[in-house]
């Protein structure tokens, strides 16, 4: 399996600011994906992260909220902007392809707590 | 919206088999079924996939239905450190196409 980590782990952050979470794996990767876990929630897709290219985000979510970056094949980092106490959640990315397997792989996520 | 339906919660005794189920009436011809957990605080783990024929690996069992419409995941003998919300999740098997995530199944590993 792959080696994917973030950073921070967790994070305790003031409403109205801005904390970017890097996540680095391994090895490269064409896709990474970006999600987020609400308290007591599964998992739900914000965006997909291509190298190269702009990502792709699911509806509910822009790019103007969480603005993300992938300047290369083993490194992302998704920015949650502006935020609010409703951003409080687990964020989690993933990775496709990895050794040529066909699913994907998660990182530890970040926990953050808005206040 | 995910396309399966997993029983919210289950509880399974210590060192007896944890079965699993999973309703996926509407799968495709193309997409496997994957079977993730996660533990307390952590990411999903990948536990095992298969499209129609059975397939063990070292950590569980996955059964799958002759006409696809659900699967068993099965844990041989169940620890403690097993518990942990355990996804079902049916997908295109090709690189880029995200999971979508259900509610999963809480399993409880009792002493």
Same mark, same amino acid.
């Given at each position: 399996? =792959?080696?994917?980590?973030?950073?921070?782990?967790?994070?305790?952050?003031? $409403?109205? /600011? %801005? +904390? /970017?979470?890097?996540?680095?794996?391994?090895?490269?990767?064409?896709?990474?994906?970006?999600? $987020?876990?609400?308290?007591?929630?599964? +998992? /739900?897709?914000?965006?997909? =992260?291509?190298?190269?290219s702009e =990502?792709?985000? *699911? %509806?509910?979510?822009?790019?103007?909220?969480?603005?993300?970056?992938?300047?290369?094949?083993?490194?992302?980092?998704?920015?949650?902007?502006?935020?609010?106490?409703?951003?409080? %959640?687990?964020? +989690?990315? %993933?990775?496709?392809?990895?050794?040529? $397997? *066909?699913?994907?792989?998660?990182?530890?996520?970040? $926990?953050? +707590?808005?206040? | 919206?995910?396309?399966?339906t997993q @029983? @919210?919660?289950?509880?399974?005794?210590?060192? !007896? #088999? #944890?079965?699993?189920?999973?309703?996926?009436?509407?799968?495709?011809?193309?997409?496997?079924?994957?079977?993730?957990?996660?533990i307390h605080?952590?990411?999903?783990?990948?536990?095992?996939?298969?499209?129609?024929?059975?397939?063990?690996?070292?950590?569980?069992?996955?059964?799958?239905?002759?006409?696809?419409?659900?699967?068993?995941?099965?844990?041989?003998? #169940?620890?403690? !450190?097993?518990? #942990?919300?355990?996804?079902?999740?049916?997908? &295109?098997?090709?690189?880029?196409?995200?999971? &979508?995530?259900?509610?999963?199944? !809480?399993?409880? &590993?009792? @002493?």
């Open positions: 399996s =792959a080696v994917i980590s973030q950073k921070p782990s967790r994070d305790i952050c003031q $409403r109205g /600011t %801005s +904390l /970017t979470i890097q996540c680095q794996v391994d090895s490269q990767v064409t896709m990474m994906f970006w999600y $987020r876990q609400q308290p007591g929630q599964s +998992l /739900t897709l914000i965006a997909t =992260a291509n190298q190269g =990502a792709t985000y *699911e %509806s509910g979510f822009v790019i103007d909220k969480f603005p993300i970056s992938r300047p290369n094949l083993t490194f992302s980092t998704l920015t949650v902007s502006n935020m609010s106490p409703e951003d409080s %959640s687990i964020y +989690l990315c %993933s990775v496709d392809g990895i050794r040529g $397997r *066909e699913t994907q792989y998660f990182g530890p996520g970040t $926990r953050l +707590l808005v206040l | 919206d995910a396309k399966t @029983p @919210p919660s289950m509880d399974c005794a210590e060192g !007896r #088999a #944890a079965n699993l189920p999973c309703n996926h009436s509407t799968i495709s011809g193309n997409e496997y079924v994957y079977w993730y957990r996660q605080s952590q990411g999903p783990q990948y536990i095992i996939h298969g499209l129609k024929n059975n397939e063990t690996n070292e950590m569980a069992s996955l059964i799958i239905t002759e006409d696809r419409k659900s699967s068993t995941l099965i844990l041989p003998h #169940a620890t403690l !450190r097993d518990t #942990a919300v355990y996804y079902c999740i049916v997908r &295109v098997d090709y690189h880029g196409q995200n999971f &979508v995530f259900g509610p999963g199944t !809480r399993l409880s &590993v009792l @002493p």
